[in-house]
Nanobody, 123 residues
């Protein structure tokens, strides 16, 4: 599954960005979609996930209340709206996909499809 992210950039603390992940046609209804980030010197961190078939959303504690994950299935797209950004949100944000085999999606699944990432820098 090929995933293509966009929407990263540089923003001041307190600002907002919306990341976009475009997936192949017609997969979202059967997949869990996740957003992860990797900061320099740190391990990859799961940020948010969504059951793109219309089920649950999941957020890491560090972003809950500031980030929103959503999907637009006709556009085969998953979004990550990031508000009230902090310098510690800086990192490469990567989209991932995994077939939904159970009734819940989170960032702890063994995601097997990954995008190239889009850089977010908050100063």
């Amino acid at each position: 599954v090929q995933l293509v992210e966009s929407g990263g950039g540089s923003v001041q603390a307190g600002g907002s960005l919306r990341l976009t992940c475009v997936a192949p046609e017609d997969i979202l209804g059967n997949y869990c979609m996740g957003w992860f980030r990797r900061a320099p010197g740190k391990e990859r961190e799961g940020v948010a996930a969504i059951d793109a078939g219309g089920g649950n959303t999941y957020y890491a504690a560090s972003v809950k209340g500031r980030f929103t994950i959503s999907q637009d299935n006709p556009k085969n797209t998953v979004y990550l709206q990031m508000n009230s950004l902090k310098p510690e949100d800086t990192g490469m944000y990567i989209c991932a996909a995994e077939p939904r085999l159970r009734g819940y999606c989170d960032t702890y699944l063994p995601y097997t499809s990954w995008g190239q990432g889009t850089q977010v820098t908050v100063s």
